[in-house]
């Protein structure tokens, strides 16, 4: 009979050290052994006090009124999370008191600050609330702003155009526009706009007790239909592209895109300069696509380049995916060139349905991979319909009580090395023991035999005779070594099974805690 822990066989915790892990990686990104499966999750035992649980809260449907503010600072309280992106500019439009950028025209009361008070209760309450602000969208309404000093109507140059010289994106070139990309944007190439948008964060910085400064939109748009022109044609930026490189646009297509990449990067970094030098220099994050290199040559951005600048202090990766795979692929692309505490995963409510379940795994995902955190979109009803009992059945799954700093972790991490299937009969991977008290524990259906090796020393081979799981302890063959020369390694495990069509196995590494 099957011991309790199999109830949570099939978590995928893939816990691997930073030497040679990059083609290794690279590799599972490709591989058909590369399945996260969804079923099953173990107790929750990580110290996660330094872990950011975060949410995003859009500005018109929450910042609004003092009564939707309360109830989603409760509702984050109740929810066992720490921290909140809080929009607060949306169409290059302020949910803030501020000399630089006009007031929202969804707020219908003039004296109400949505900054100043989502601030004071959520800081009574211990929660940290970061200002989120759109960058890249000027306005997404046909009819124009009807403040005269929005950028919109003030400074129109400061507008993104086509090479057609049209300024909407997407418009009726795009079979199928996407509101969400917004109908006018930003050019990144003015240096105007650049300097404004510098000081506009640094007035928010400075008026408020923000915690932090999270930008979206930090690119160009990306969903565009196949027949759109290009943008970032405004004649100002092509002289400017003329006089730097003494190329044409049209003739040097890569410079053309490079030098695109470089405005949105040099906007970043002036805006964290200004933080910097401000008399609150705060955090700066940005909201990033799920695959980073989406951006080269599609929305023109290069995040990687960012954190390695420092110019941002750690990005948040959009992957909202209904499948899981493709969330933990994209936790790959990430971590491949950026430390993992510098990455929060962005996860989609929206996409999942009522599946908290889903959620809960995907967590579970960055914890396993180091991130710094991560991220719900978003907390709001349209999102996730009876938002209240989907965070309380999350909170169960997934978010426990945040545990002391000093609490040690006990129970086993379990870690999927591979599977055995019709196309995967043998393979050689790498697993890594924290302590050396390490098991394998091997769920298969159908197969005859399986040989396995541990770094080159063959292990006695298994017949299952109808059996379908097997624990083997790894302890007496990862020795010579004493088990605490034998932690923290990289160790190879070889596969070889043999078995009728349909039959298969999964591997699990099953990593114990020394008790003290």
Not at 126 to 133: E, S
């Amino acid at each position: 009979m099957k011991s309790q822990s199999t109830n949570w066989m099939f978590i995928a915790v893939w816990v691997l050290v930073l030497n040679g892990c990059g083609s290794y990686k690279q590799a599972l990104l490709h591989s058909g052994l590369a399945a996260v499966p969804v079923e099953g999750f173990p107790p929750v035992t990580l110290a996660v006090k330094q872990e950011m649980r975060a949410g995003w809260v859009v500005s018109w449907r929450i910042m609004t009124s003092p009564e939707s503010i309360d109830r989603i600072i409760a509702l984050a309280k109740n929810s066992n999370l720490n921290t909140l992106f809080i929009q607060v500019r949306t169409n290059a439009d302020a949910f803030y008191a501020s000399q630089l950028v006009p007031r929202s025209e969804r707020l219908a009361d003039d004296d109400f600050d949505p900054l100043a008070y989502v601030l004071e209760k959520g800081h009574a309450q211990g929660l940290n609330l970061h200002a989120w602000m759109n960058v890249g969208i000027a306005w997404r309404s046909n009819t124009p702003p009807a403040a005269a000093e929005h950028l919109f109507n003030s400074h129109p140059d400061w507008v993104l155009r086509d090479a057609k010289g049209k300024m909407a994106f997407p418009d009726e070139y795009d079979p199928h526009p996407c509101i969400m990309e917004g109908l006018y944007w930003v050019d990144w190439g003015n240096l105007a706009f650049r300097e404004h948008i510098a000081a506009v964060v640094k007035e928010v910085a400075e008026q408020y007790p923000v915690d932090g400064i999270h930008l979206d939109f930090v690119r160009y748009p990306a969903r565009m239909g196949p027949m759109t022109p290009g943008p970032g044609y405004n004649a100002d930026t092509v002289a400017r592209f003329r006089r730097e490189t003494g190329a044409e646009p049209v003739e040097h297509t890569r410079a053309w895109d490079q030098w695109r990449t470089n405005q949105v990067l040099e906007t970043i970094q002036c805006i964290q300069k200004s933080l910097k030098s401000s008399s609150r220099p705060v955090p700066l994050s940005a909201a990033v696509l799920s695959s980073w290199d989406l951006g080269y040559g599609r929305s023109w951005t290069d995040f990687r380049r960012a954190l390695e600048t420092e110019a941002l202090d750690f990005a948040v990766l959009m992957s909202y995916h209904a499948n899981k795979d493709l969330v933990w692929k994209s936790i790959l692309n990430a971590t491949e060139s950026a430390d993992p505490q510098r990455i929060v995963l962005g996860l989609g409510l929206y996409v999942k349905g009522n599946t908290p379940e889903k959620t809960a795994g995907e967590i579970r995902l960055a914890r396993a991979h180091h991130l710094k955190g991560f991220s719900l979109f978003s907390l709001d009803d349209v999102a996730v319909p009876k938002l209240d009992n989907y965070m309380a059945q999350l909170r169960h799954l997934a978010l426990p009580e945040q545990a002391d700093e000093r609490y040690a972790v006990r129970d086993p991490v379990w870690s999927r090395i591979g599977v055995i299937d019709d196309q995967h009969r043998a393979w050689n991977l790498l697993f890594f023991s924290r302590n050396g008290k390490t098991k394998l524990v091997i769920y298969q259906h159908g197969l005859q035999s399986l040989a396995l090796a541990v770094n080159g020393q063959d292990l006695p081979a298994i017949s299952f005779s109808g059996r379908d799981y097997v624990q083997l302890d790894l302890s007496a063959w990862l020795l010579p070594f004493a088990r605490e020369v034998a932690a923290n390694h990289d160790y190879r495990l070889k596969a070889r099974a043999e078995g009728p069509p349909g039959s298969w196995a999964e591997i699990f590494a099953v990593d114990y805690y020394a008790e003290d």
